[in-house]
């Protein structure tokens, strides 16, 4: 089961997004919908609404929830909006969770979530959509469905900015142009990476292909970010960080991210093998560091790959404080202020990786660079003792 975040400011066109996909085979599970639902006529919720708002938040014709009137009080009130949703989070999430158990295994669930970046909801998922149109366009939109301007910009700016939603995104979904290009590209969303993800998932298979060598892309720091969240998510909150060649700004790199998770032992990194698999991360077996000092058996570690098609990722599992999990720091940390080092570095790994263009997995690539890697040790030590580095 692939798990998808989807969300927007209002306005933006998500139920446009929910649709379609529902349309191509997802499982969408929509908000808002049981946001009405838990305090329909008759449901404990709206008991408890009225009991905290009094009979005005009710049409006192049919006895249901006047939205319009609740609308009023809350949406110009954090106190109030904070009651009324200790009220119905816990209801719609409870619901929420009955409905993704009875999906299939092999299902595509589409989270229809309003409030997912101001609730912190991203990393529950395996991927979060953003569909995005300008505040003019949403508003237009809005005052056509037949609210007022003064109501739609208060809503509008109740929810989180562009900049918060930018920063859980991992596709964004522009909605500031013609209808069908909209869906175009959710088509192409659901057959290239979609559909796909959610096969890795559920078989357990990582996404491979021969990774190339290309120039630094600043958006990695951003993707390492969002995807350091959700594994640290699926482990616990274990501490979790972004190493590697994409963790050193200005060096180019083979576009994979690569992690490493803490863990206070190799059998700890074992119990939460299946939480990671089941977000995203599938375990490949035993590894053991290439050992650059210190005793051989400390050397060891655990390693797990990411599913996404489209987003290459490394995961180490490594006792926090060993001699792996203190090197990949240091290395890291190394490269980022030594520039003659990165940029020599960087000319090791473009040859190389031309000479291993063919090298499927990048064993032989990763091989032809531990002459360099063995050097680093005793240059790295001076450089670190002679107080040019923290």
Known sequence: MLRVGLSGGIGSGKSTVAKRLA???????????????????????LAEIVSAFGDGVLDPS?????????????FSDDGARAVLNGITHPKIAARTAELVESAADDAVVVHDVPLLVENGLAPMYHLVLIVHAPESVRLERLVLRGLGEEDARNRMAKQADDVARRAVADVWLDNSGAPDQLLARVDELWAERLTPYEANVRLRRYAGGPPKVVPYDPTWPA???????????????RRVEHIGSTAVPGLAAKDVLDFQLGVSSLEEADELAEALAAAGFPALGVGHDTVKYGDPADWGKRLHAGTDPARRVNLHLRVEGGPGWDWALRFRDWLRVDEAARREYEEVKLRLSRAHAGDAEGFAYGDAKEPW???????MAAFYRDGQAS
Do not use: N
Not at 24 to 40: H, P
Not at 373 to 379: L, Q, S, Y
């Open 373 to 379: 890697m063995a050097a680093a040790v005793g240059r």
């Open 223 to 237: 993707q390492a970010e969002r995807i350091g969240r959700r594994i640290a998510f699926a482990a616990g909150q």
């Open 62 to 74: 049919s006895g249901a929830l006047d939205r319009g009137a609740l609308a009023a009080l809350v």
């Open 23 to 45: 349309d191509l085979g997802a499982v969408v599970v929509d908000a808002d919908r049981l946001a009405r639902e838990v305090v329909a006529p008759g449901t404990p919720g």
